[in-house]
């Protein structure tokens, strides 16, 4: 058979009688047969609503069975437009206007201020579950009948999570997605036997592709709990008979504290770790491989990339700490700003091509004139690739430190902070300089019970880092701020503590 290359095709390419989606909390647990009827239903039912290809659905909803069924029942309508159910009202005034959203779908209670930001601008409905697992739009006329889903047509709309700026409309086609969830299928080997836990938001590329989507593709199960919970988490890994799951460092971090040094039950049936959308520190790598007893394999994926574009592969092969391995059916070279490649083991800026990279962004005729350079996608991320064809990630370029010209990539500090026994978060950033211009400061999080000792980790600092690197200003804070997806925010970590502009 060939290849799906929209999500109607991949949605049909299952066995009828396999188990797609479990809820953990519910008990439910959905065949494909049954998920491909609701999907067609409530398709059908936006489009007696009139949603056509191209009006932008969206949704505000937890994770959940309403969250898949939705998403896919608006690619193929229309266009699906998943919001954070985080944001506030004005967030989401902004975020219905910008996508010129038709229609809105919430839970039949809470969602409060998305309904009142869409109050007389967007009409909204309610989506109901029955005891069975059974999603509809409540109210819905049933007389619609939805045009099939187009290779070409845009499935879903997410915006950038830019710390700069507006951020950015990102038009993922079908075929986008479609060549993502191929390539993550194959790159990892996932077949109807396995099992994937979604411990990420279904308003993000990561959880949706990497753990739905793919899932759906490769003829497996996915269970979706309607919030990650470390302390529920491996009795549904274990019960669920999990095979892999996919986080970001944070929610590793969580499970690693509340497991110490013992193997949680149920994680014996896992055949790999996904850590992807963060830096995964090698420490962090290392402690999890020996606690989880399974391979931890760390990738690397952005929205304008339908998700993934690197990742380190499964044992045998090499999987390398602190690399995010190499181009997974995407070419990965490195360029510098005049659009020069460069050799391996040269940094610049990380570039990409491949049918899983978007077209361009929508209505951003400038944001496209930067990003595109003769074909390839530029990232804004700055590496290098080694012999092997492994990528390793030293920064944002725009967060890079300029120190009278020196130019610092802040993980490098921020990964040499972490192997101190009292730190357990670290970002380093620039604070502004009147010699140097700017000059590097970073914030930690202690570990429980350590005690406030600045001095001693700027010495830990001075033995491992070159004079120009070193932090010079410590701040000891109780969080980090980070994004939905848990990238962390430097330039809101550096304007909260020190007034700067990041």
């Not at 994770?63 to 954070?84: C, E």
């Amino acid at each position: 058979m060939s290849h799906p290359n929209n999500l109607q095709e991949l949605l049909f390419a299952a066995p009828h009688d396999r188990t797609a989606v479990i809820l953990p909390e519910a008990g439910i647990q959905v065949s494909y047969q049954n998920l491909r009827d609701q999907v067609m239903t409530m398709a059908d039912a936006l489009a007696a609503l009139g949603i056509s290809p191209g009006d932008r659905v969206a949704t505000v909803l937890p994770n959940g069975l309403p969250a898949i069924v939705s998403f896919l029942a608006a690619s193929i309508a229309g266009t699906a437009a998943p919001l954070n159910p985080g944001y506030r009202h004005d967030e989401f005034s902004f975020f219905l206007e910008d996508t010129s959203a038709k229609i809105l779908l919430c839970p039949p209670d809470g969602a409060a201020d998305a309904r009142k930001a869409a109050e007389g601008k967007v009409p909204v409905h309610s989506l109901e579950m029955d005891a069975s697992g059974f999603v509809r739009i409540a109210g819905a006329p049933q007389r619609g009948k939805s045009p099939s889903a187009s290779n070409d047509g845009i499935a879903l709309v997410l915006h950038t999570s830019g710390s700069t700026g507006r951020p950015k409309r990102v038009p993922i086609r079908h075929r986008n997605i479609a060549a993502s969830a191929h390539n993550i299928v194959a790159h990892y080997g996932l077949t109807p036997d396995d099992v994937a836990l979604c411990a990420m938001p279904l308003f993000h590329v990561h959880g949706l592709v990497a753990s739905t989507i793919s899932t759906l593709l490769s003829g497996g199960t996915i269970v979706v709990p309607s919030k990650f919970n470390p302390l529920s988490f491996w009795r549904t890994v274990r019960d669920c008979r999990v095979t892999w799951y996919s986080a970001v460092p944070t929610i590793h971090h969580l499970l690693l504290a509340r497991a110490g040094d013992t193997r949680p039950e149920g994680s014996e049936g896992l055949r790999f770790i996904r850590s992807c959308s963060a830096a995964l520190p090698p420490e962090m790598m290392a402690k999890m491989e020996s606690v989880f007893g399974a391979p931890v394999l760390e990738a690397y994926g952005m929205t304008e990339a339908s998700h993934q574009m690197c990742s380190n592969p499964q044992p045998p092969a090499v999987r390398k700490p602190g690399s995010v391995g190499p181009g997974t059916g995407v070419n990965v070279s490195i360029m510098d700003q005049k659009g020069n490649h460069l050799a391996r083991g040269e940094r610049g800026e990380v570039v990409i091509q491949g049918p899983n990279v978007v077209d361009g962004y929508e209505n951003n005729p400038e944001a496209n004139a930067a990003s595109f350079t003769n074909g390839w996608f530029r990232t804004g991320d700055q590496g290098f690739l080694d012999e092997q064809g492994y990528l390793t990630l030293t920064g944002r370029i725009k967060e890079l430190i300029n120190r009278g010209g020196e130019k610092i990539a802040p993980r490098e500090i921020d990964e040499v902070l972490l192997t101190h026994p009292s730190v357990a978060e670290a970002v380093a950033f620039g604070v502004p300089h009147s010699t140097w211009g700017e000059e590097v400061a970073a914030a930690v999080v202690l570990r429980e019970g350590e005690a406030d000792n600045e001095a001693a980790i700027l010495a830990f600092c001075k033995e491992r880092l070159a004079d120009f690197k070193r932090p010079k200003k410590l701040y000891i804070v109780s969080t980090i701020p980070r994004t939905a997806t848990g990238k962390i925010q430097r330039g809101a970590v550096a304007k909260a503590l020190t007034g700067a502009q990041g």
